[in-house]
């Protein structure tokens, strides 16, 4: 197969190292000459430091080197099977540069967008066979991260999608299928991980290393939510919140934080910028909470030292559930996808779903009624689905028995 990719940037990149992995003949397209050259410098790093690790050898770098080719001109991808369209996160570009290579790729050329939070339809719009069109949405690092969400389109055929899972499936990838709605499944289900914290830390119960703590020790998360926030930017990170907030007509559940436009605002970005929610040094690692709680509220008083982190990790993970409840509910994704692609995609302890079996369906109900009641917050509503499976007394996994036992 031979795979096109647009974009030489930190994504384009290593998804180019994937395909040219899985034994493709791979071209990297970008504008700009010194962007591939950087491109092709940082792929040497890479493999040589796989090679001290003992992971590939001498030969296996050059067969992947062999395998990519750079090139300037969108009509060099004119021989491609398949188009992986990895640029800056707008659409009237997305759509310009679509309708251009279209032009140039034959008739039976996939083309297909990594992007993280657009619409797959609105993109498809821009071709004149848009039925070629997909979602196939890499996490960074691609070669590192196992989830790659494949989204079909209403346009997409369904013998493209299915082509696009095996090959995908191929490199050596766990692929959750996903519906063409904000955020597939990651970035719609992961948002209270965020907007929760941010929720807490605004109130005034916690600071912001007492709530990563909370996460990391009671919850086996590997990153607490402001330390990974800093990690991702948070520029990049109000962005996708503001996106998917949009996008769902204004959903109090995905709401920004004021917070994080400020620091956005600021230029307190994370580690990029050395200073977010904390301070960092020139080895990028944390030297200092920057941003200070405000005022406690009355609810500390309430809460003793051994039950905040407690109240934090409960708080957070029940809404998490919650939001992975209502994308099943939705038919955004099945239930093994969905906890898929919380721990294959942003390496989740366990799944969401998983993990409300664990807890128990009534425990998630009632601490989400706990909170609607104590808020009247639409936020805090809880999905039909756990309501509805709290009083027929199933679990999600189990659930799925029954249903093959009812047909049978």
Wanted: aromatic letters at 8%.
């Amino acid at each position: 197969m031979i795979v096109g990719i647009i974009g030489s940037g930190t994504m384009g990149s290593g998804i180019a190292q994937v395909a040219a992995t899985a034994g493709n003949t791979v071209k990297v397209f970008d504008t700009r000459k010194e962007a591939l050259e950087k491109s092709k410098l940082a792929l040497e790093k890479i493999l040589s430091r796989l090679i001290v690790k003992g992971r590939i050898t001498e030969a296996d770098k050059d067969h992947i080197q062999g395998n990519i080719q750079y090139v300037d001109s969108l009509k060099s991808l004119d021989n491609t099977d398949l188009v992986i369209e990895a640029i800056v996160e707008n659409l009237d570009i997305k759509q310009k540069v679509f309708s251009e290579l279209e032009s140039y790729v034959s008739e039976n050329t996939i083309i297909a967008s990594n992007t993280s939070s657009l619409s797959i339809a609105s993109i498809a719009a821009s071709l004149q066979k848009p039925e070629r069109c997909v979602g196939i949405h890499f996490f960074n690092p691609a070669p590192l991260m196992k989830l790659v969400e494949v989204i079909p389109a209403v346009q997409t055929s369904q013998g493209v999608t299915q082509k696009v899972v095996e090959t995908i499936s191929d490199w050596k990838k766990v692929v959750a299928l996903a519906k063409d709605t904000p955020g597939f499944i990651v970035n719609r289900v992961a948002r209270p991980f965020y907007g929760e914290s941010l929720r807490i830390f605004e109130e005034g119960l916690a600071d912001v290393s007492t709530i990563d703590k909370s996460l990391k020790e009671l919850g086996g998360f590997r990153m607490g939510p402001f330390e990974l926030m800093d990690f991702i930017g948070n520029d990049v990170n109000y962005t996708v919140t503001e996106t998917v907030f949009t996008a769902f007509y204004y959903d109090p559940r995905y709401k920004p934080s004021l917070t994080q436009k400020r620091l956005s605002e600021a230029g307190y970005l994370g580690r990029k910028s050395g200073k977010g929610y904390y301070n960092y040094n020139n080895d990028g690692k944390i030297d200092s909470q920057n941003v200070v709680s405000p005022k406690s509220s009355s609810k500390v008083e309430k809460l003793s030292k051994e039950e905040l982190p407690q109240y934090i990790f409960n708080r957070v993970l029940v809404m998490l559930i919650n939001e992975a409840a209502d994308a099943l509910f939705w038919n955004i994704a099945s239930a093994e996808d969905i906890d898929n692609a919380m721990t294959k995609g942003v390496n989740y302890p366990k799944g969401l779903l998983a993990w409300a079996d664990q807890k128990g369906i009534d425990w998630c109900v009632n601490k989400l009624d706990k909170l609607y009641n104590e808020y009247h917050e639409d936020r805090y509503r809880c999905s039909p689905l756990l309501r509805k499976m709290d009083r027929e007394n199933r679990t999600f996994f189990a659930k799925q028995e029954h249903a093959v036992d009812n047909n049978n």
